[in-house]
């Protein structure tokens, strides 16, 4: 018997097969290469139909070579959103968790999240899907034939279990805005103060519930991409740190109740709980801002051309150095709840600004960003836990931004024994 794990990401789709009697899981991994470009830089938009294909294209794989599939179950980017019609096809893109448009200034200098949030009382932020649909419809940019939106996660699961409207599991609709956490469900009251008609909102039901079925397997709601992280990475969810580094990066630790936090998300968590969530918009792409920066600098000076694995392997091979390095907050692409801050490099002297100490000062950044939403964690909830767990191929692949956590966290690391910890955490809440 096995289940087949997919993570929709940013940057690419990952896939697994397992099997619950061996826990033996076999991985398969497609580069996302459906982003759709605009004349406008602040538009991070992705073409779901394509995405949908690609999925199909895993699961004809994964089915041609096992007979005895009995589940899917999904995850992906949280936040962004899609519109459908009443058959449930797409008919905008994917307006992604990036998307900038609710950073516009709306009313009173205000931007259209910061707007919402103090008419509502929720923390919103842009890529929030619908602080994205309220920007849309105030600016007449709501397809004509939408009549429901979703994340791509529930457009996929929807597909695939042939059904005509999108279905979210709480930890997906949370990701949407103008969610009640402690109730599990969305604030009507709070969408009609904001003019927000309910009726474009996905139904809500339960990930262990299912949806239909694929070729005999049954399709399950997705679950968020940092539910399915945690999930996939953490054997004992009461005492561990989750700390995981993609293009963003993310802190968790799970809590039993429901609790409310400055600048931390509380998010529902697939079995009862909630994870408390402190999310980075860069992690590992403040690294990649940096390789980009030494590449771009070695073909302005020299006529050598060096490809992006060779310059991310001579920075990683860099020794780590505790002392010296310049501090950098790496809020390159600003904070979730505070976007116009922006990346700082400071404590610069005469021996310290050097290459090598400059790619350790953003490493420890990256680190130190997390850090800070873990020390805003109250006490109770931290002195349960432990053990600092690792994940994601930001992390994985760099043995510097390991140490750099180490001794921020002054925990030792424990990296996820699986490679694709969110795919694997989707097939495990099915079993």
Known sequence: ??????????????????????????????PNQTSIQTPDPWTKLQDPCLILEQVEYILEGFFARYADIRGIGITGQMHGMLYTDGKGDAVSPLY???????????????????????????????GYGLVTHYYNQVNQQVPATAEKLCTIMDFVTMKL????????????????????????????????????????????ASARNSLGDFRGAAVYPAIGDNQ??????????QTAVHVTVG???QLSVYSEKYIKVPNLDTRPFPGGGYLLVGAALCGGQAFALLKDFFRQTVDLLTDQELSETEIYRRLIAIPYETKQAPEVETLFDGARYAPWKRGVISGISMANFTPQQLTIGFLKGIAQELYQFYQAIPAPIKAGKTTLVGSGNGLKKN?????????????????????????????????
């Open 228 to 237: 399915a992280a945690f999930l996939g990475s953490v054997d004992q969810i």
């Open 96 to 126: 992604t968790w990036q998307d900038g448009r609710g950073n516009h200034i709306y009313r009173e200098e205000k931007t259209y999240a910061a707007y919402l949030s103090e008419q509502t009382g929720y923390e919103l932020a842009t």
């Open 161 to 204: 279990a042939g059904q005509t409207y999108p279905v979210t599991d709480f930890s997906n609709g949370a990701s949407l805005g103008f969610f009640d956490v402690e109730k599990l469900a969305f604030d009507h009251d709070a969408l009609a103060q904001a003019g927000i008609d309910t009726a474009i909102l996905p139904r809500l």
């Open 1 to 30: 018997m096995h289940f087949i794990g997919i993570d929709i990401g940013t940057s690419s789709i990952s896939s697994i097969v397992f099997d619950p009697a061996t826990r033996k899981v076999k991985s398969f991994t497609l």
């Open 399 to 431: 043995p510097l931004l390991r140490e750099a956590f180490k001794e921020t966290f002054s925990y030792s690391l424990r990296l996820s024994d699986h490679q694709e910890e969110a795919a694997l955490g989707a097939c495990i809440r099915m079993i």
């Open 247 to 249: 293009t963003s990066s």
